[in-house]
């Protein structure tokens, strides 16, 4: 009986909660609406996809690779983002490249978006800065699993 009546106490609670809430943003969404401004901040409500929340600065979105001044990629395929990648998502194929300056520069580049869980360590491993993951780009549903593999010519966008 006792359990009943904490468990019936507590979704009154919540639904006081829940009530306070509510109230209290209808009146102040309803006081905007007569541009009376008031403390607090606008809607936490976005029209999304029209508006868009801004992204904190460090958001982890979609990745780029970044490129050197000439253009190349500045990956020199070391592999350190694809061996420490959780997701297994990274494929990079190397080639040798003529600068003895820079060794290696990946002929292939990919990243299977289908799997990545954005951790950011590929980024956190890199020793070259090549690969950022700040684009904002963060609405990434696709329709067919082939095009969230995402290669150099996409990446390097
Ligand atoms: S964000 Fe994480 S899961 Fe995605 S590619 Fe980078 S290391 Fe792999
Ligand atoms: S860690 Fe950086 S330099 Fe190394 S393969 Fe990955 S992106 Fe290229």
């Known amino acids: 009986m006792l359990k009943a ?4 106490w507590e ?3 919540g639904g006081w909660i829940t009530t306070r809430h509510f109230m209290t943003n209808m009146f102040h969404h309803t006081l905007r609406l007569f541009h009376i401004k008031t403390k607090r901040p606008g809607a936490v409500t976005y029209q999304y996809p029209e508006v868009k929340k801004p992204l904190a600065a460090r958001h982890r979105s979609l990745h780029r690779l970044m490129t050197r001044e000439d253009g190349k990629p500045r990956c020199v395929a070391c592999m350190l983002c694809a061996t420490v990648c959780p997701s ?3 494929v990079i194929e190397a080639a040798e490249d003529a600068d003895p300056e820079i060794q290696k520069v990946p002929k292939s580049f990919t990243i299977d978006l289908n799997r990545c869980c954005f951790c950011g360590f590929c980024v956190e491993a ?3 800065d090549a690969i950022r993951m700040d684009t904002g780009v963060i609405d990434l549903a696709r329709r067919s699993h082939d095009d969230l593999i995402f290669g150099l010519d996409k990446l390097l966008k």
């Open 5 to 8: 009546i904490g468990y019936f």
């Open 11 to 13: 979704l009154l609670k």
């Open 88 to 90: 297994e998502c990274i």
């Open 126 to 128: 890199c020793p070259e």
